[in-house]
Nanobody, 120 residues
Framework: QVQLVESGGGLVQAGGSLRLSCAAS????????MTWHRQAPGKQRELVAS???????TYSDSVKGRFTVSRDTSKNTLYLQMNSLQSEDTAVYYC??????????????WGQGTQVTVSS
């Protein structure tokens, strides 16, 4: 089975940095996209950053210039470098993968999330 595991979250002061990782495992034939999402208490889940196969990264306006998404293809791992963190960045961060597996042509897979808390 395919699994995504996020790591790297924690407590950080405003202005600090964190680096999140999302490791994918299992039988994966092709990765089409890998994306980062976040959900703060009482708010809807929002797309933060995307890395499309054959294209460059994209970011939401709220994190543009502060966050950087990248991928290590040899390890099937997605990263999110977060700089200049603000209190508004406090949320559970999730990674999502769209990929071909033995069971489906284009499946959607979510990790369990990692908590990021930014103190004022």
């Amino acid at each position: 089975q395919v699994q995504l595991v996020e790591s790297g979250g924690g407590l950080v002061q405003a202005g600090g940095s964190l680096r999140l990782s999302c490791a994918a495992s299992g039988r994966i034939y092709t990765i089409y996209t890998m994306t980062w999402h976040r959900q703060a208490p009482g708010k809807q889940r929002e797309l933060v950053a995307s890395l499309f196969s054959g294209g460059g990264p994209t970011y939401s306006d709220s994190v543009k210039g502060r966050f950087t998404v990248s991928r290590d293809t040899s390890k099937n791992t997605l990263y999110l470098q977060m700089n200049s963190l603000q209190s508004e960045d406090t949320a559970v961060y999730y990674c999502k993968m769209e990929a071909r597996t033995p069971d489906i042509l284009r499946g959607h897979f979510w990790g369990q999330g990692t908590q990021v808390t930014v103190s004022s």
